[in-house]
């Protein structure tokens, strides 16, 4: 699938999640462990911890991952907790994961892999 290379494509109403198949061939494609999780209101949603030595490093990672996700089009939520930061992702318009969500996922990862 080669999500290194993609981009995040806008999504239109009605357009279907990603299957149980779909998204778990999704997430072999991830370098390093995201959890599948249920929303409240929603369905699934990916989330990743990253942990980081302390605050100013929280906040230098999220000010990378602020223009990534302005440049894809494609925006998380974001929760701050002094040296970690949670990355949320999920598709809002259709109410679940599509390959976008993987995709960003993706060059977040690259963020504190590379």
């Known amino acids: 699938m080669d999500l290194d ?19 778990h061939g999704f997430l072999k494609e991830l370098r390093t462990s ?9 369905g699934w949603r990916i989330k990743k911890e990253f942990t980081f030595p302390d605050f100013r490093h929280s906040m230098l990672f999220v000010n990378k991952v602020a223009p990534l996700a302005e440049r894809e089009g494609h925006h ?19 109410s679940g994961l599509s390959e976008n969500d993987f995709i960003l996922a993706r060059k977040i990862e690259k963020l504190t892999l590379d």
């Not at 995201?34 to 929603?42: D, P, Q, R, Y």
């Not at 998380?76 to 259709?94: A, C, G, Q, S």
Request: proline share 9%; hydrophobic share 40%; charged share 20%.
């Open 5 to 23: 290379n993609r981009h995040c494509v806008p999504c239109e109403k009605g357009m279907p999640p990603l299957t149980e198949a779909q998204l």
């Open 34 to 42: 995201w959890e599948v999780v249920t929303g409240k209101s929603a």
């Open 76 to 94: 998380p939520d974001i929760y701050i907790f002094y040296n970690k930061v949670v990355i949320e992702l999920w598709t809002h318009k259709i």
